[in-house]
């Protein structure tokens, strides 16, 4: 089944709902943990964090039209902002013209870091650590592990040497498999478990054991053509070209770029239950190597068209922690038919791509508060009871108020209705 679902936007949630259930297979058990919205009981919840009181409800929207690597994927995207799930579809529908997004990522990878402090000579302390490289490689992995089975586990060693205020510190990374777990909790344990060896061989004093989340081993990378008609001429492709220049060259307005791209892959992160902070951290300071800059590139292709490309680090995973456990993120992945963390981690970069597409569109044509104003007024004709014969009416006559409100939606909601009474 194709995800170009047309006119998927004016559906009831209980129509998109029928649809998504014959998209992804889903049970009529899944629908229900899809519309309970308190599909996560305290009881579960009580079980996640500690101190529990409640729950927290957010919207969970299905992105349209995405076409990555030649197959068709709706995409569940829980966020609390209006505008990004269609900001995504929209971008979606124009990269399809052209054949869509390709996604590429390295193996997932993660870096355990182990600090070694008061080292007499941090040169020769390195070098003895780079010399007993599969001595450590042997000693971490030697330990009970479904990842390690599955073929995961330390591939790699690298040692650095970092320095604070003239102290002289030694670095060592363990370069770690995690397959298709983010890996937080396996990464931790065997750094844990190695410091001893390091600082047996090292001689100092290990003090940190902890992974990093700038993970620049476990990148996913997606591009797209964006097709020049689509996009609505070259004029446009050129004023995205300037808005992107502005990116590069301003980190005021880097920064707001790559926002842009972190509502998308956010809202991913946040409806498969992944760690929102870990890769919010990891992709900004990934942006920040060789000064802050945007994550995406643009550039125009001999065509005419626009090309853009996005790397990222994306340390996600689709097994162990909370996307096991919650029922909606279980429901979700299923949505996604994703089979592993790295296919995973490629749609979030294409969800990140899209929507950087659709903010830097808007931005240089129309701006966005016009999109915005739309639906905001489509929520509030909605909220006020508008029945689907009247509300693009309701919405129409809405956005030209100056200060559209949920009383002037029903105030126009009610006349309306009224006024078909009285005509037939
Ligand atoms: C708003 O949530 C995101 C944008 O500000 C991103 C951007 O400016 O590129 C529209």
Redesign the pocket.
Known sequence: MESKIPGFYKLSPRERLDIVKKFANLTDDEIDILRGTGALSLSNADKMIENVVGVMGLPIGIATNFLINGRNYLIPMCIE?SSVVAAASNAAKIARVKGGFHTTSTEPVMIGQIQVTNIKDPETAKNIILKNKNKIIAHANDRKSTIIKLGGGTKDIEARIVEHAGEKMLIVHLLIDCRNAMGANFVNTIVENTAPLIEELAGGQVVLRILSNLATHRLARAEAVFDKQALGGEDVVDAILEAYKFACADVYRAT??N??IM?GIDAVLLATCNDTRAIEAGAHAYASLGGYHPLTTWEKNSDGDLVGKIELPLAVGIVGGATSVHPVAKVVKKILGIKSARELAEVMAAVGLAQ?LA??KA?STEG?QKGHMKLHARNLATMAGATDDIIDKVVKTLIKESKPSFSKAKEIVEKMKKDKVAKN
């Open positions: 902002e707001t770029h926002k842009g509502n950087n903010a830097l931005l966005i």
